[in-house]
């Protein structure tokens, strides 16, 4: 399958009080058409700030550089505001944690979702019309045509991220980027938005980079996850390899840290990454998981970036060893 | 002394054994007529009995509103019940007595962040207590706000710090310290992990294990993380629309639940194992 997304070496500094925060620090992205990329990460890792580089949404302080970034062959640090804006909404849309703000409050939602498909192609009003009533249906909002004329506050939460859904996928855009969407929502509700991005996007082979803290989620949603941490991508990998052979000792922490049915002992201590995070300001060298690793040797002054199999990569010194380790 | 052990299960139980009982507890809330609302009741909390013995932990668990806040709040004494009542040790709570009933029963709230005076060093908001309390001298107050961070794990440089310095999980220390310094038995944990990053919440679950293990603590742990409450809890009571629809022992919740909600909840959980896809959930029944 072709690239639909080929970003190389992004970073983003943002400007702060105390001096440069260099909040992504080099990432790569690649997702290919119909693909679920996971990027998961703990709150600070740079998660948000790379979708929001993608959808260039940075506030107007933030720096953005990269060796390349482009969408479909079309190269987006070359285009301009207006560019930019003729493919967001069109060919590259989001969903955001909370939607509550960003849905318009004094709009109807049909007006909304019919102005998302008019603002970028040429439908008329009763076509934008039986395309967000149809999307609604598919999205599962009950009672899809009275709702065009509701507001936002008449809406629950899960509907209101089943409305953000289908304005997402107002004009089929090859990509959607979603940002923690079922962060806010019941784990009842979650289960069923998280079927209905899945189903849809296969339905309409539409690319999503889905932003997540959740493990669990992560598990049961992604083809493909980037696990990142202060910054970077520490490890990349198809889902299934990266749970069976996590190659970075950030990522085999955090899995032991979550207590799974079955395989932990209920009441017994569970294993946590000692520390915190390290700041991002000013100059950061060498492996930034150094400070909580148990493992942490001269050579991690430079970690390499090591293939541990065609699909898999890990910033780590000892990744070849422990992909190879058996895990419980 | 007590007229409502009729309604609680498994009243074979002696008193003194029972840390806290709800009997037949009702929150009712009174709707405005709003402009786009006709006026009526909602009942936040409709008919709850609970009993938790001493040492124990029983986890509520629910989504959002569902009433688990609201019930905090009465046990805490900041919400007075619409009618049945909330016992402490056999005795029925006097929402005029707040400090005596600060002594037993404390909370830990989910937003370590809003729940901290950010004006105030992580030494003055855990000592604040033992004022209000007028416990021993300003020197003995010392020694026991030292004593309890130490416990909770907060290196000694960071007792003159303020908030905005700590890191989310240093907070969370905080607000147990700040609860645990008066002795109370009995904790009240609304969703304490809720807010905090997932490699910091397992350090906050160990403490809350070892505490409970040093001073025989009482918990209601409230959380709609089913995964956590399993890990922790002795008990499970599952609630729903303001009533608890199902309770039993952990084992019995987790591998033989019998009420539609709590087979729907455990339905989907996401345990982070690939592979098994997303749960498909049947609604019709609620």
Do not use: W
């Not at chain 1, 069109?90 to 019919?114: H, K, V, W």
């Amino acid at each position: 399958m072709s690239l639909l997304l080929d970003i190389k070496n992004l970073k983003v500094d943002l400007p702060t009080e105390r001096g440069t925060l260099q909040a992504v620090r080099g990432i790569d992205i690649q997702v290919k058409r119909g693909e679920m990329l996971c990027l998961v990460g703990e709150s600070g890792c740079g998660k948000s700030m790379t979708s929001l580089a993608l959808m260039g949404l940075l506030p107007s302080k933030a720096k953005r550089t990269a060796d390349h970034m482009l969408f479909d062959g079309i190269d987006l640090q070359s285009l301009d505001e207006r560019g930019m804006a003729q493919l967001r909404g069109a060919r590259m849309s989001m969903i955001f944690q909370e939607p509550m703000t960003s849905l318009n409050p004094s709009y109807t939602l049909g007006d909304q979702l019919c102005e998302a498909l008019r603002a970028h192609k040429k439908v008329t009003a009763a076509q934008a019309r039986d395309r967000a009533v149809y999307l609604l249906e598919r999205a599962g909002v009950p009672m899809a045509a009275d709702r065009m004329r509701q507001y936002p506050h008449q809406l629950s939460g899960g509907l209101r991220q089943r409305v953000m859904i289908a304005m997402a996928l107002m004009c089929e855009p090859d990509l959607i980027i979603a940002d923690e969407p079922t962060t806010a929502l019941d784990v009842t509700i979650q289960a069923q938005i998280l079927r209905l991005i899945r189903e849809l996007q296969k339905e309409f082979g539409t690319a999503v980079v889905f932003i997540t803290h959740d493990l669990g989620v992560v598990a049961r949603i992604a083809d493909n996850v980037s696990v990142m941490y202060a910054g970077q991508v520490v490890e990349h990998a198809p889902v299934r390899e990266i749970f069976a052979h996590p190659s970075h000792y950030y990522t085999s922490g955090l899995l032991n840290c979550i207590p799974v049915r079955g395989k932990t002992l209920p009441g017994s201590r569970l294993q946590s990454i000692p520390g915190v995070v390290p700041s991002l300001i000013g100059k950061v060298e060498g492996c930034t998981f150094a400070n909580r690793c148990a493992h942490v040797r001269e050579a991690c002054i430079a970690p390499p970036n090591v293939q541990v199999d065609p699909t898999h990569t890990a910033l780590c010194v000892d990744a070849v060893t422990l992909a190879s380790l058996e895990t419980a | 002394m007590n007229t409502h052990a009729s309604t609680a299960p498994g009243a074979s139980n002696a008193s003194d054994q029972i840390a806290l009982e709800l009997c037949d507890l009702t929150r009712t809330y009174r709707l405005k007529r709003g402009l786009f609302r006709a006026p009526g009741l909602i009942k936040a909390v409709d008919g709850v009995s609970l009993r938790i013995r001493r040492g124990e932990t029983l986890g509520l668990v629910g989504e959002s509103g569902c009433g688990k806040s609201t019930l905090a709040k009465m046990l805490l004494g900041l919400l007075e019940p619409s009618s049945g009542n909330v016992l402490i040790h056999g005795k029925e709570i006097d929402p005029g007595k707040r400090l005596a009933l600060a002594r037993s029963i404390q909370p830990i709230f989910q937003d370590p962040y809003s729940s901290l005076n950010p004006r105030r060093t992580v030494g003055d908001i855990v000592g604040v207590p033992l004022q209000l309390h007028k416990i021993g001298s300003d020197a003995d107050r010392k020694k026991q706000v030292r004593d309890i961070l130490d416990i909770v794990g907060m290196p000694e440089r960071t007792h003159t710090q303020y908030p905005n310095q700590l890191s989310g999980g240093q907070r969370q220390r905080v607000a147990i310290a700040r609860a645990l310094v008066l002795r109370p038995d009995i904790l009240i944990c609304d969703e304490p992990t809720s807010a905090l990053d997932v490699s910091v919440q397992a350090q906050i679950l160990n403490l809350l294990l070892d505490l409970k293990a040093e001073f025989g603590l009482t918990y209601l742990f409230i959380s709609h993380d089913l995964g956590v409450v399993e890990h922790l809890v002795d008990r499970v009571a599952v609630m729903h629309r303001g009533k608890i629809v199902e309770q039993g022992t952990r084992e019995q919740i987790f591998a033989r639940p019998e009420h539609p909600y709590t087979r729907m909840l455990l339905a989907s959980v996401l345990t982070p194992e690939p592979g098994l896809g997303i749960p498909e959930l049947s609604t019709e029944t609620l």
